[in-house]
């Protein structure tokens, strides 16, 4: 089975996020999109992240139903910080059937060199890159990736917590349920 690996901190999971997975699932030969939560990136402070089980179970609850996204906790059993190249390895030889993609955005790609042993992930796993604004696409390690055509959404995380703390709707921009999971349980209000 082809496998498409979404990692991230999902901070929360938003529309954006789901669009990209829909279009992988779409336009390439990966069957099933697995999100990896990461408990802690080691590029990203932490003091910003709600609790990893709570984020994990906001992904459960913006891809129930679609059989095609699978939630994964894999990275919260593994040493922290996550680095990719550890969780690859991990799914690799846990799952010796499936072939892995990693997807992730022009940004991420740009910075790929301060990732640990890049270059290994490059050598041993196609990449599916979603387009980014400003940030080009140059392909200057002759990697093996595909450009996904999703839809340009400037949307991220950051900017919806920046909209819970200041009491706006986030209606539209996560899945209804996540909404109404932040609301109910207070996220990104408190320190958690």
Do not use: C
């Not at 829909?22 to 080691?42: C, G, H, M, R, Y």
């Not at 919260?76 to 499936?98: A, G, V």
């Not at 979603?130 to 055509?149: D, M, P, S, W």
């Amino acid at each position: 089975m082809n496998i498409g690996l979404y990692f991230g901190s999902f901070n929360p999971i938003h529309v954006g996020h789901l669009l990209i997975a829909n279009s992988a699932l779409n336009e390439t030969a990966v069957d099933k999109i697995w999100f990896i939560v990461s408990p802690q990136n080691p590029l990203k402070k932490s003091n910003s992240l709600l609790n990893e089980f709570d984020r994990l179970h906001l992904v459960r609850l913006a891809t129930e139903g679609d059989i095609r996204i699978k939630p994964m906790d894999i990275e919260f059993h593994l040493p922290k910080p996550s680095f990719t190249i550890d969780t690859l390895i991990y799914l690799k030889e846990k799952y010796p059937t499936h072939n892995f993609s990693v997807l992730l955005g022009g940004d991420s790609f740009q910075n790929i060199e301060h990732w640990k042993n890049f270059s290994e992930i490059l050598g041993q796993f196609p990449l599916i890159i979603y387009k980014r604004f400003g940030f080009e696409i140059n392909n200057k390690h002759n990697a093996q990736l595909t450009i996904l055509n999703a839809p340009l959404i400037e949307l991220s995380a950051t900017q919806i917590r920046d909209l819970i703390k200041a009491g706006k709707s986030i209606r539209y921009l996560v899945p209804e349920a996540v909404r109404e999971e932040i609301e109910v349980r207070s996220f990104f209000l408190k320190k958690n």
